[in-house]
């Protein structure tokens, strides 16, 4: 494939107001749905506790009526299956995985305390947990509401990777009339034209016409490659200047693109089931509260107890286990983190992705986009004898003012930053692979690629051009009147913050590692200048995810940053993808965290606020479970010899206390 080095790179300008749309709508419906369960459950659960005879002898009042325990079974079974529906339905599905959590806690609970309580109703001897029921169910909805809140929906990345491609391509017939057809008509051996700045719907080849096709988004060549006959091309990347006409050889499951889709797919399946903190303790109780409760049965029972007494002893156990607190130790740190970080510009989208993030060993950078800005920049001009850097620039910047393309931009910008007045262009042409030329104070100015200067036998200062090369850069000569009055030398210009990010990374004992699909030596340049010590270049965007594996199998826990669609697997193969605001929606969404400032030290901070909000979910867990350390054996009866035995109202002002002490733990945390 031939590389010229006349085109730069350029990034697609993605609108980003299409970014609020992502909370996709299943998430949506989801967390709205929470909500109304919590919020109808909570009106229901007032005139439960006004009428359990626990609360009322706990204030002192006696409100007691005929029938009045039918009205709250009623109610409470109302509740069991309105609001704990969620928590029976993943509890089930949980155990189904052989993989306890949360859900099985909160089911175990509710469903305990539902039977037992609906047993006393109807004759058994023993009192209701009635309200202990229902509030937990309240409590357990509301940290799930607050939680899923906290957190965007889930992935579509694999959609956004199909609305990368063209809906319509422009089908050619034997008479090469066009007609629109959806791409997902198109079949091998059709023939497609591409006109100018449009996507190319297909993988296909050449057959008519030559351009520069930008690949960047999908392989991360930040030039423009240029195709002429024969040559293929990859459905979504965009046709730059000139019209193609191309044979359509993959379509569908075959194309490029799909492919990556199935990559991003398989990584994101096989990322291991991490669950966050909450979770893994939520297991840990829910074994703790089946052995304690029936542990709690056969203890009373031998010690000669009634069969009922023994059984409200491990009712109480096994319901005192589920802590109402758990439910809201990590919702809040996390609402609280996730609040902070979007102030910060981080959004969280995989929260267990996030907290895994303090133990980071590596940290692997794209370059093009990430560690640099996807733009051109002028780095140094080279005036021949006889001129000044200023002149070179004013003639090059007066030219490119009516070019669309990268450099001109890199060019113009500069000049402008040197407050460099421009002239008027009074002609101009551009000549194909070559440059541009055109009448300026009426001279004759081109600005041309080094394949002109050769052709045309010009003399210029071939060492210094060497060197520039060398490092990457892209070389273009202005002649004045078929006079050489310099090089421009311009290259993707590195970011300020991606330096800053590297050292701070480095002081933390991370190592940075760049991954790009640009050649050794620019890859090389950029790495110099950020002390970047480990490079990969010139690596495939299916090679890329490989290579997180390679990092990954030293036993190290990696982050990616990228920004591409060639990123895209990648940044689902890490163990914590990180995408940059700027970049593609695929990237965005198939990253576990998204820098919305695009901002590589924002990858410091995500490290920082990840260990900060880890330690405050463990002080809350501990908080929440340490209510229960203290209270299962009370429950269990340990001191029932000295005459103390935990009444549960004395149970619920505990677990009021535990939660209200979560609740200001999570405020208190600070970025």
Not at 107 to 114: D, K, N, P
Not at 182 to 199: A, F, I, M, N
Not at 336 to 347: E, M, P, Q, R
Not at 389 to 394: A, F, G, S
């Amino acid at each position: 494939m031939a590389h010229s080095h006349n085109h730069a790179e350029h990034h697609e300008n993605h609108d980003h107001d299409s970014h609020g749309d992502h909370d996709h709508h299943d998430h949506g419906d989801m967390v709205k749905d929470f909500q109304k369960r919590f919020f109808i459950s909570l009106i229901i659960t007032v005139p439960i506790l006004i009428m359990s005879p626990m609360i009322q002898s706990f204030i002192g009042v006696d409100w007691r009526f005929t029938f009045d325990q039918y009205i709250v079974f009623a109610l409470s079974t109302f509740i069991f299956f309105y609001g704990g529906w969620p928590f029976l339905i993943g509890g089930y599905s949980e155990i189904k995985d052989k993989n306890p959590g949360m859900m099985t806690l909160i089911g175990l609970a509710i469903l305990v305390a539902y039977v037992y309580s609906s047993m006393t109703v109807f004759g058994w001897e023993g009192k209701d947990f009635f309200w202990e029921l229902a509030t937990l169910i309240d409590i357990m909805l509301l940290g799930h509401w607050i939680e899923m809140r906290s957190v965007m929906g889930a992935s579509n990345a694999l959609e956004e990777l199909v609305k990368l491609m063209p809906n319509e391509a422009h089908k050619l017939d034997d008479e090469d009339q066009v007609t629109d057809v959806p791409t997902s008509d198109l079949q091998q051996g059709d023939r497609v034209l591409v006109k100018p700045g449009e996507k190319i719907p297909v993988d296909g080849t050449i057959f008519d016409g030559e351009s520069a096709v930008d690949e960047s988004m999908l392989t991360g060549e930040s030039m423009p490659i240029e195709k002429k006959l024969d040559d293929e091309v990859i459905g979504g990347s965009v046709n730059k200047e000139g019209s193609l006409k191309i044979t359509v050889e993959k379509t569908g499951e075959d194309s490029y693109l799909s492919q990556v889709v199935t990559m991003v797919k398989e990584a994101q399946e096989s990322k291991s089931k991490t669950q966050d903190l909450t979770n893994r303790a939520a297991k840990w109780l829910f074994y703790i509260a089946l052995l304690s409760g029936f542990v709690t049965l056969f203890i009373w029972l031998a010690l000669g107890y009634a069969f009922d007494v023994a059984l409200e002893r491990m009712v109480t156990v096994m319901v005192i286990t589920c802590p109402h607190a758990l439910g809201l130790a990590a919702p809040l740190v996390a609402a609280v983190s996730t609040s902070i970080s979007a102030k910060k510009g981080l959004l969280i989208r995989n929260r267990a992705q996030f907290e895994g993030a303090r133990n980071l060993d590596a940290v692997i950078f794209d370059k093009t986009g990430t560690l640099t800005k996807g733009e051109f920049g002028v780095t140094e001009i080279v005036p021949s004898s006889g001129y000044n850097e200023t002149d070179v620039l004013h003639w090059a910047a007066s030219l490119e003012q009516n070019s669309e393309h990268p450099i001109a931009t890199g060019i113009v910008n500069s000049a402008k930053e040197q407050d460099i007045k421009l002239s008027r262009v009074e002609t101009f042409e551009s000549i194909t692979g070559k440059g541009i030329q055109g009448t300026v104070q009426g001279s004759q100015v081109n600005v041309v690629s080094p394949g002109y200067v050769q052709n045309h036998n010009l003399t210029y200062d071939e060492k210094r051009f060497n060197a520039l090369s060398e490092e990457g850069k892209t070389v273009v000569f202005v002649l004045v009147d078929d006079t050489l009055v310099g090089m421009v030398a311009l290259a993707d210009m590195v970011r300020d913050t991606a330096k800053e990010a590297v050292a701070s990374l480095k002081e933390k004992g991370i190592v940075s590692i760049m991954l790009t699909g640009d050649n050794e030596k620019v890859a090389h340049w950029v790495a110099r200048q950020l002390e970047i010590d480990e490079v990969y270049a010139e690596v495939l965007p299916d090679e890329k995810a490989d290579q997180v594996t390679k990092v990954k199998n030293k036993g190290w826990k990696t982050a990616m940053t990228g920004d591409g669609v060639n990123d895209a697997p990648a940044l689902a193969t890490a163990d914590l993808g990180i995408a940059i605001g700027a970049g593609t929606d695929v990237a965005m969404e198939s990253a576990d965290v998204v820098l919305v400032k695009s901002n590589p030290k924002d990858v410091v901070s995500l490290v920082d606020l990840s260990g900060k909000t880890y330690r405050k979910m463990v002080q809350n867990l501990w908080w929440a479970a340490g209510y229960n350390i203290i209270a299962i054996p009370l429950a269990a009866g340990v001191l029932a010899p000295i005459g103390i035995i935990l009444s549960p109202a004395v149970g619920a002002v505990l677990m009021s206390l535990s939660t209200i002490i979560v609740a200001i733990n999570a405020k208190l945390l600070k970025a």
